[in-house]
Every structure is written in C-alpha cells, then in structure tokens.
C-alpha cells in the first residue's frame, strides 16, 4: 500500500508562501499523523493531505484508516460503536500527535480536535498553533 503525500509545494492555496519558511512542513505533518495511525492502529492511510487553514491551524485528512475489523464493525451497521473506539484511540495518543506538530511547527499545540467519518472512512486531525515566537 502506497501513501500519497499531496500538495507537496506545502501551500494551502496556490501561491500561498509557507508560513515559517520550510516549504515541507504539510508534508512532515502528513508524515507524522501517518506514523501516528500506524502505531496506533496497525495500519497507516492510503491517502494524506495536510493543509494551512489560516495562520495558526494546520488539519490533516487521512483516507482509507480502518482496520478490517473495523471495517466488519462498519458493515454491521456498529458506526457509533467504531467512532466511540477511533475517538478512545485516537485521545489516547493526543500528546503524541502534538509533540510531533510542535517539533515541526516549532509552535505549541493549544488545541487539537480529532474526528473520523466511518461511513466515508475519512479521518480529520486538526492542530490549533499558539503565537509563533518572535
């Protein structure tokens, strides 16, 4: 399985210039949410794309994450039952996923909002960054 790590120019729009200067920090991200979901669910994303959405929050979309069992789960018409364990998992891990944004960013991690579609199998890790030092 192959993951794709799109926008790598790291711009959340064309000719957006990066925030901090290193055109790979989207990509580091994407990187690191995909290690994240490896650890913790066995298995990383087909797809990642991570985004600039405004000057101080970044979000990372993870296609294709659930694990045959949870896939199971799914056709079974358990969504709620998958989500509640996702959310458990993924909160689990909350510090790590904010260490890793923060080694990047160089920023503190004020907020971090994590959600999974199950239906879609699409999952959704938002950063809030705190002010960039001067």
Not at 76 to 92: K, S, T, W
Request: aromatic content about 8%.
């Amino acid at each position: 399985m192959t993951t794709e790590y799109d926008q790598p120019e790291g711009a959340s729009a064309p000719g957006e210039i990066q925030r901090d200067g290193r055109v790979d920090v989207l990509r580091e991200v994407s990187r690191a949410c995909v290690r994240i979901y490896k650890e913790q669910f066995g298995r990383g994303p087909e797809h990642v794309r991570s985004f600039w959405a405004g000057p101080d929050s970044i979000i990372c979309f993870l296609e294709n994450t659930l694990t045959p069992v949870e896939k199971t789960l799914g056709t079974m018409d358990e969504h709620q039952r998958l989500r509640d364990m996702r959310m458990l998992f993924q909160y689990a891990a909350e510090d790590e996923f904010k260490n890793a944004i923060e080694a990047i960013t160089g920023r503190k991690v004020i907020g971090f909002v994590s959600g999974i579609d199950t239906k879609a199998d699409l999952a959704s890790e938002v950063f809030t960054l705190g002010p960039a030092d001067s």
